[in-house]
């Protein structure tokens, strides 16, 4: 027997009507390239996501159509989001730094048909335009003020566009399966491959964001997402904004600049802003430098990457800010973990706080978790046994786009293979103690190199590290220490390496230590670990 529930679709469409219709006021505040402070409304966004679906189906796009996007977090960009969706397109985000190469394989692969650009990636974009074969027509996002020059064939002016369309559009009714949206992986190793989210798996995505214990957001947050809405929808903020009525603070090209990412923190009243650790690294130093405190922040979402034990101590302890750890990838949409205490933590001490806080979190409802070995045999959660991370949901890949299971990702039970390993203790937190590849194999033995770039990144003189594993006669691996000094800090090798003393087992100990100015980082600002073995392939360590 059936229950007799009403059976709506979950559709992109549902939540632009809900954000109209009761948070219409609600402000946007962005920074584009044309203007320093621009601000608007959910209301008045989607409207005008209502005029571009116009613009578009005039265009002859069909239902699943791929539309791309190459530009920075701000208002248009949003509008896009829910214009491409809402009208039963595609949504293809393609991330403007990556390779030449790179966006040229992305765009191809998936057919792009017209693509949204930034003004400023326009002369990126005229020197690969001739190999975009399926491209049809260019969109720049600014106004005519500000349209650049520009050899590319079909260029249109964005605000002329959709200032030309009635605002008058109704949603289509689509099945709630259908694509939505495409992101591509950054590919480290191999070609990227495509995600395609659906429509139900981004409105349960979105629903779970917003609960208490994963973003915990409400209509009286003002939320600054400094993850780029050209990666895995912006961690789905777009959409759990729209849903809790959240204003929107989006720092368009200023993803990286300290001073403008404070600023915005205070002028507009930021309650929760969410990056990977590498940006907050920017802001933090910047907040050191001018003698300035974060006043109205009170909690970050740092994820992508494992977050080192001093930022989570720096946020806690100079600035009064709540720290969540989370752990997704874009297979996920990304969400799967989030770091919140259980009842009875609160009696912990500081101490046993950054403990818990340097893990990734615990799962969230809607993502199941699970370790394996080698063989696939399912591992204890003791806080000791370490293995594949596995994971399935509804938020979760069951393929990639045109690879018909080619890519060997999935078990044969159905659980996506995430390529992390990691321990879960008995309360349900999550370790990340590696990348499979980048783990450090050390005499039969597993190395965490991230557990030892935690460590290493408490000492004062280090402004980044990071840890790799080198070719070694006897122990087939051994961890060197690659560091980025902090300004004006000296600091020796032997003082390093001393620093580990205590803090991990003797053999775990850095053999090496190699001081860069700089360490490579992927489009999505983590250290690019496959560059940097490639750098030290032949390095020679001591004895
Ligand atoms: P890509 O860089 O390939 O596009 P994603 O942005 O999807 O990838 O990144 C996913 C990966 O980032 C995870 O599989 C994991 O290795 C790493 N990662 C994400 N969050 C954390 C975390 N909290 N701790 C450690 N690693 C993390």
């Known amino acids: 027997m059936n229950g007799l529930m009403m059976d709506l679709p979950l559709l992109i469409s549902s939540i632009a009507q809900h954000a109209e219709r009761f948070h219409g006021n609600r402000e946007i505040v962005s920074v584009t390239g044309d203007n320093p402070l621009h601000r608007t409304s959910w209301g008045e966004v989607i409207s005008r996501a209502r005029r571009l679906a116009n613009a578009l189906q005039r265009c002859g796009l069909k239902q699943g159509d791929r539309v791309a996007t190459?530009?920075?977090?701000?208002?248009?960009?949003?509008?896009?989001?829910?214009?491409?969706?809402?009208?039963?397109?595609?949504?293809?985000?393609?991330?403007?730094?990556?390779?030449?190469?790179?966006?040229?394989?992305?765009?191809?692969?998936?057919?792009?048909?017209?693509?949204?650009?930034?003004?400023?990636?326009?002369?990126?974009?005229?020197?690969?335009?001739?190999?975009?074969?399926?491209?049809?027509?260019?969109?720049?996002?600014?106004?005519?003020?500000?349209?650049?020059?520009?050899?590319?064939?079909?260029?249109?002016?964005?605000?002329?566009?959709?200032?030309?369309?009635?605002?008058?559009?109704?949603?289509?009714?689509?099945?709630?399966?259908?694509?939505?949206?495409?992101?591509?992986?950054?590919?480290?190793?191999?070609?990227?491959?495509?995600?395609?989210?659906?429509?139900?798996?981004?409105?349960?995505?979105?629903?779970?964001?917003?609960?208490?214990d994963v973003l915990n957001l409400s209509a009286r947050d003002s939320v600054l997402p400094v993850v780029p809405l050209f990666h895995v929808n912006a961690w789905g903020v777009p959409y759990s904004a729209a849903i809790s009525g959240a204003k929107l603070v989006l720092p368009g090209p200023k993803m990286a600049d300290g001073e403008a990412l404070y600023n915005l923190m205070q002028d507009e009243d930021v309650s929760i802003s969410l990056g990977v650790p590498t940006v907050w690294l920017a802001l933090l130093q910047y907040t050191e430098k001018a003698g300035k405190r974060l006043e109205k922040l009170q909690r970050t979402v740092i994820g992508g990457a494992a977050v080192p034990r001093m930022m989570i101590e720096a946020f806690r302890d100079r600035h009064g800010v709540e720290v969540r750890q989370g752990w997704g990838m874009t297979e996920m949409s990304p969400l799967g973990t989030v770091n919140t205490p259980k009842p009875g933590m609160e009696t912990m001490t500081p101490e046993q706080q950054l403990d818990l806080g340097v893990k990734a979190g615990r799962g969230i409802y809607g993502c199941e978790l699970r370790i394996v070995d080698d063989e696939g045999h399912e591992l204890p959660w003791d806080g000791k046994a370490y293995?594949?991370?596995?994971?399935?949901?509804?938020?979760?890949?069951?393929?990639?786009?045109?690879?018909?299971?080619?890519?060997?990702?999935?078990?044969?039970?159905?659980?996506?293979?995430?390529?992390?390993?990691?321990?879960?203790?008995?309360?349900?937190?999550?370790?990340?103690?590696?990348?499979?590849?980048?783990?450090i194999k050390s005499g039969g033995e597993w190395i965490s190199s991230i557990e030892l770039e935690n460590v290493i990144m408490g000492h004062p003189a280090v402004a980044e590290a990071a840890v790799i594993g080198v070719a070694h006669p006897k122990w087939s691996e051994r961890p060197l220490l690659v560091v980025v000094r902090a300004e004006g800090e000296e600091v020796t090798e032997a003082e390093l390496v001393s620093y580990f003393d205590g803090k991990v087992a003797s053999w775990w100990v850095p053999q090496d230590v190699v001081f860069v100015d700089e360490l490579p980082h992927t489009a999505t600002g983590k250290v690019k670990k496959v560059e940097l073995r490639r750098q030290f392939v032949d390095f020679k360590l001591s004895d």
């Open 387 to 439: 293995g594949a991370l596995q994971v399935r949901g509804a938020w979760v890949c069951s393929d990639y786009f045109k690879l018909d299971g080619g890519a060997g990702a999935h078990t044969v039970d159905g659980w996506f293979d995430t390529g992390d390993v990691a321990i879960i203790d008995g309360e349900g937190y999550v370790t990340i103690t590696d990348r499979t590849k980048d783990v």
């Open 70 to 212: 190459m530009a920075w977090n701000d208002h248009r960009h949003l509008e896009i989001y829910y214009g491409v969706s809402g009208a039963g397109f595609v949504c293809h985000t393609v991330n403007p730094r990556l390779f030449a190469e790179q966006i040229i394989y992305i765009i191809n692969h998936a057919e792009d048909r017209w693509l949204f650009i930034d003004a400023m990636f326009v002369p990126l974009l005229e020197g690969i335009s001739s190999q975009l074969a399926s491209l049809e027509g260019v969109v720049i996002m600014t106004d005519e003020a500000h349209m650049p020059k520009c050899s590319l064939d079909n260029a249109h002016c964005y605000e002329t566009l959709i200032n030309a369309q009635s605002s008058d559009f109704d949603w289509p009714a689509i099945d709630e399966n259908a694509a939505s949206a495409l992101c591509y992986t950054s590919g480290t190793t191999g070609d990227p491959k495509g995600v395609l989210y659906s429509h139900r798996s981004t409105v349960l995505h979105a629903y779970a964001g917003v609960a208490p």
